[in-house]
């Protein structure tokens, strides 16, 4: 028996700001959208893994939510310190140039960290922090 990571969840604020930063600007394929009401949920990941994908969902889509939790949560997600993910990339400083070229939100640019690893971070549109990590 084995198990596997199948997709994790990430915020989305503005649904084609994330699609085009996802699609666009990390290369991830689109591999579902569905939209319900004014709600939409973009489920993405890259071509190589198509068994792992991250879903960029409405935070406030649970029903469970009270109002005081939403605002609570919003303003989390506004600062950018709720959410996040690690990747990693072949070349980090290649992939590094590209992403800021294409005007993503630079946080830390890439460097060696004590524990051993080189790598470096940007924000999402929603501030989901992403850390990309030298393969």
Same mark, same amino acid.
């Given at each position: 028996?084995?198990? /596997?990571? !199948?997709?994790?969840?990430? #915020?989305?604020?503005?649904?084609?700001?994330?699609?085009?930063?996802?699609? &666009?600007?990390?290369?991830?394929?689109?591999?579902?959208?569905?939209? $319900?009401?004014?709600?939409? %949920?973009? /489920?993405?990941?890259?071509?190589?893994?198509?068994?792992?994908?991250?879903?960029? $969902? #409405? #935070?406030?889509?649970?029903?469970?939510?009270?109002? *005081?939790?939403? !605002? /609570?949560?919003? *303003?989390?997600?506004?600062?950018?310190?709720?959410?996040?993910?690690?990747?990693?990339?072949?070349?980090? &400083?290649? /992939?590094?140039? !590209?992403?800021?070229?294409?005007?993503?939100?630079?946080? @830390? *640019? #890439?460097?060696? +960290?004590? %524990?051993?690893?080189?790598?470096?971070?940007?924000? &999402?549109?929603?501030?989901?922090?992403? !850390?990309? @990590? +030298?393969?």
């Amino acid at each position: 028996m084995s198990i /596997t990571i !199948r997709s994790s969840f990430l #915020p989305l604020v503005d649904a084609e700001a994330s699609l085009a930063f996802y699609r &666009d600007v990390l290369g991830f394929e689109v591999r579902l959208d569905v939209g $319900h009401e004014n709600m939409r %949920w973009i /489920t993405v990941g890259p071509a190589e893994q198509p068994d792992t994908a991250f879903v960029l $969902h #409405p #935070p406030l889509a649970n029903p469970g939510l009270t109002e *005081e939790e939403g !605002r /609570t949560l919003m *303003e989390l997600i506004a600062k950018g310190s709720y959410f996040g993910a690690n990747l990693s990339a072949s070349d980090l &400083d290649a /992939t590094f140039a !590209r992403l800021e070229a294409a005007g993503a939100e630079v946080v @830390q *640019e #890439p460097m060696d +960290q004590q %524990w051993g690893a080189r790598d470096c971070a940007f924000r &999402d549109p929603a501030g989901n922090m992403l !850390r990309i @990590q +030298q393969a």
